[in-house]
């Protein structure tokens, strides 16, 4: 079988659809959700897309009380092969060369929020499935494309998928990198707030608002504070000295007898902080060196002290590694304070397989001046590398390649730990940079091919 050669017969529907699908901005919209759509209106017109190209191709769907769903191949037994696959991206945040959601072509390339992840790779494994289902190819087991659609959040889709339908007895996730993701760091979001009474709240300079980040999985691209100072000019002028010897973009303006400043930092995913520029921690950077109020001061400083120059934890005595998956990262995603109300952190924490969540949060219970809110934790995910699973994978990735299949870990969670049995399996290749959840993301138009063609395999060789 030449799967390539399948491939190519269907290429420029399966470039229509999936720009079409990245053109439906399905970012979580809780002011938007429905009895229908829990998560928002624009995703759940993505999810019901998706299933509607399930339904044209002659596939077995359902949806499942608007949370999740699955477009299904059946095949002659009762084991189901899992694809886990999500529709929910990330907020497109600025500097965009080109329309975040207009899924334009430039040098091969296809350009929107989703393209990487997860959107395109979900097509390129529907149209693996198509690729089975059109040349009858027999199967023992059914193959199930499982969509989830608050993947980027809190997995609330999924939870209640499992509730209603049957858990694969294994299955893949095209979420994350070629050849196999065999095990995926814990991941933890917390929160800590502010505790302290504050009494002195003048000062020649007060602060009354900071606020940087949208999600804790993404590095803040952009920050801004806004203060009260008895001498405007020369805070501004400590502020261009401060962005041009830091070699950033930031601004500082008067707005109504207030000063106003802002940061420009670059986003990425937050499975590795030190490849974007956290704009919060250098906004508060600047402003540690003022003479802040005593709130304004006590929410700064925790930012500087805990986190500036450190992504591994050291500072908050969490850092932690093992062989399996490597090195502990802390991503501060999101910083909100007011004068009028106590300051929020929230932290995005991956921890290696052998690590231990208990352990991580006693000690964020001693960070000084602060209370712990909230913590959630997704434990960390394992399969073994003489599972059938990974066998089968990296014989398909090897024969279709020509390269030898290395296990890899990663600090990203995909849906593939919601099965027992499950990875992650592309559709980034290796030597190809990693786009996600930063501007002008991208999927290269011969990548997502050979993904499909790869994938087409896969599900054939797993439900065969």
Not at 6 to 29: A, C, P
Not at 229 to 238: A, F, G, H, K
């Amino acid at each position: 079988m030449n799967w390539n050669e399948e491939v190519e017969k269907r290429r420029e529907s399966l470039i229509k659809d999936t720009q079409e699908f990245l053109q439906i901005k399905s970012v979580l919209n809780e002011d938007s959700k429905t009895s229908d759509a829990p998560f928002g209106e624009g995703i759940h017109k993505a999810f019901s897309h998706l299933l509607h190209l399930g339904e044209e191709a002659g596939f077995t769907t359902k949806n499942v009380d608007g949370y999740a769903g699955h477009i299904e191949l059946k095949g002659n037994g009762e084991e189901v092969v899992g694809i886990l696959c999500h529709v929910d991206v990330v907020p497109e945040g600025d500097g965009w060369t080109s329309d975040p959601y207009g899924a334009e072509i430039r040098d091969g390339k296809i350009f929107a929020r989703g393209a990487m992840d997860d959107k395109g790779p979900t097509i390129a494994a529907f149209y693996a499935m198509k690729i089975v289902k059109d040349l009858q190819l027999p199967l023992s087991k059914n193959v199930r494309m499982i969509i989830g659609t608050d993947e980027e959040s809190e997995w609330r889709c999924v939870d209640h998928y499992f509730k209603h339908e049957k858990m694969p007895e294994l299955g893949f996730a095209p979420d994350a990198d070629f050849p196999i993701i065999f095990a995926e760091k814990g991941i933890i979001d917390l929160t800590i707030e502010q505790n302290g009474s504050f009494t002195d709240l003048t000062s020649d300079i007060v602060l009354h608002s900071f606020e940087s980040g949208r999600r804790y999985n993404m590095v803040p691209d952009f920050a801004k504070a806004v203060l009260s100072s008895q001498n405007n000019n020369e805070m501004i002028q400590q502020f261009k000295s401060f962005i041009s010897d830091k070699n950033i973009s930031g601004q500082a303006m008067i707005e109504e007898q207030m000063i106003s400043l802002t940061v420009e930092g670059v986003s990425a995913h937050a499975m590795e902080p030190n490849n974007g520029t956290n704009a919060g921690i250098l906004l508060a950077e600047f402003l540690h060196n003022l003479n802040l109020d005593q709130k304004g001061e006590n929410y700064i400083q925790a930012i500087v002290h805990y986190f500036l120059d450190d992504t591994r934890g050291r500072k908050l005595n969490i850092a932690f590694s093992d062989e399996v998956s490597g090195e502990l990262t802390v991503n501060l995603g999101v910083m909100k304070y007011t004068k009028d109300q106590l300051g929020k952190i929230g932290v995005n924490i991956r921890y290696p397989v052998s690590g231990n969540a208990e352990t991580i949060k006693k000690e964020i219970n001693n960070v000084e001046g602060f209370s712990l809110v909230s913590f959630d934790d997704s434990k960390p995910h394992y399969v073994e590398e003489n599972h059938p699973l990974i066998q089968t994978l990296k014989k398909v990735y090897e024969e279709q390649t020509g390269e030898n299949a290395e296990l890899i870990a990663i600090g990203g969670g995909t849906y593939a730990r919601s099965l027992e049995a499950g990875v992650a399996f592309g559709p980034l290749f290796p030597g190809r940079p990693d786009v996600a959840h930063q501007k002008d993301e991208y999927i290269d138009i011969e990548d997502l091919l050979k993904a499909t063609a790869i994938y087409a395999q896969a599900i054939y060789e797993l439900a065969k």
